[in-house]
């Protein structure tokens, strides 16, 4: 009998989920036909491995994500592009389509598990695996909440008040939520590079970028300085001005020459931080873990709070880089922000620096 190529789907919506589906293959092996694949000499078979992209909109994400379904390919694994935010029935198109694959498959692994599109897709498959890959600092919050046996929110949302979508889409988060969590006959794992306590029944299996560094580089490494943006003052947490003057003064003081942005930082912002700072704007192609093994990069890297802090000190393990994180000041919040904002980015460097031993920088 040939091989049940739908073994295993996997979900993604960003380019970092899917390498860190790429990283979990690696490291775990997936049961592609009942054999792990560590099991088996040479590289990882990915042969059984789906991967779904569910599209999003904007430009950049777009192009980093066909970057690593290249990558994906290469690899060996199989992609399917889904055009699932075309327009208001493309949604059920997407659904439809991936309906036959989701019943039959034993496994699935998702990227984000706030995302209602794949909350959706959750109610459809008959799995009795589910692993959840890093989508970066919304790991520690997912893994909190459902700790808890909370609903699911991510934690930049303002306030806690439910809007009337989420009203109408609340049964589906709650069987959502029910679905991740573990029961006898249904195993859920957590693959992760962060920092995070196991909820009862659940296995966390450590992400540490195994592929990623067998690979790419070792990097070549430059004499200046690099800042990693961050799309906190997209999201509404930080605002624009006072983040502005931080990377101005950051630039100053470290002899910073790059500002590698976030994906979804604005054209606007960053024609006005390169007008400002005089900062070469880096648009990367590709994850910032793949840009910075590759090289060239900085010898140090400063960061705002945000996943790189925990994921760049494991990709650039053994080199000669050194990461470093700057807070953010309260002041720096909007009147918006979330009432969790604070204590929540403050976690992240806190635990960075327990973790890896990161130097703070002030701004």
């Not at 073994?7 to 589906?21: H, K, M």
């Not at 496994?107 to 909350?119: C, H, L, N």
């Not at 930049?156 to 008040?161: A, C, D, F, L, N």
């Not at 470290?254 to 900062?279: D, I, P, W």
């Amino acid at each position: 009998m040939p091989r049940d190529t739908s073994a295993t789907v996997a979900f993604v919506e960003s380019p970092v989920q899917l390498l860190n589906v790429l990283e979990w293959a690696h490291s775990s092996g997936p049961l592609l036909d009942g054999v792990p694949a560590q099991q088996r000499p040479g590289a990882p078979d990915l042969s059984g491995l789906t991967v779904v992209v569910l599209s999003p909109t904007d430009p950049m994400s777009r192009g980093q994500l066909r970057r690593m379904a290249e990558l994906a390919r290469d690899a060996g694994t199989k992609v399917r592009w889904e055009e699932a935010r075309g327009g208001p029935t493309a949604p059920l198109h997407t659904i439809g389509g991936l309906a036959p694959m989701l019943r039959r498959a034993r496994r699935i692994v998702m990227g984000d598990p706030f995302s209602r599109y794949v909350q959706l897709l959750l109610t459809v498959t008959r799995a009795h695996e589910l692993v959840v890959v890093d989508d970066g600092t919304a790991t520690m919050e997912f893994v909190s909440q459902l700790a808890r046996g909370e609903r699911l929110v991510r934690w930049h949302r303002r306030g806690s008040r439910a809007g009337a979508r989420d009203v109408l889409f609340a049964p589906i988060s709650a069987a959502a939520r029910r679905r991740l969590t573990p029961a006898p006959r249904r195993a859920v794992e957590v693959f992760s590079a962060m920092p995070i306590e196991a909820p009862d029944g659940v296995t966390v299996t450590p992400h540490t970028f195994g592929w990623t560094r067998a690979n790419f580089g070792p990097p070549r490494l430059t004499k200046g300085a690099d800042l990693v943006g961050t799309s906190l003052v997209e999201t509404g947490v930080v605002d624009p001005e006072r983040y502005l003057a931080a990377v101005a003064r950051l630039a100053r003081t470290h002899g910073v020459t790059r500002y590698f942005a976030h994906r979804r930082e604005s054209a606007e912002k960053l024609r006005t931080l390169h007008a400002r700072t005089g900062l070469e704007i880096v648009r990367p192609d590709l994850p910032l873990e793949l840009i910075a093994r590759r090289g060239p990069i900085g010898r140090t890297v400063v960061s705002f709070p945000s996943t790189v802090v925990h994921t760049l000190p494991l990709a650039l393990a053994g080199t000669e880089v050194s990461v470093v994180v700057c807070d953010i000041d309260p002041q720096w919040l909007t009147d918006t922000a979330s009432p969790r904002a604070q204590g929540f980015l403050d976690g992240v460097t806190g635990t960075a620096r327990d973790v890896h031993g990161l130097a703070t920088v002030a701004a």
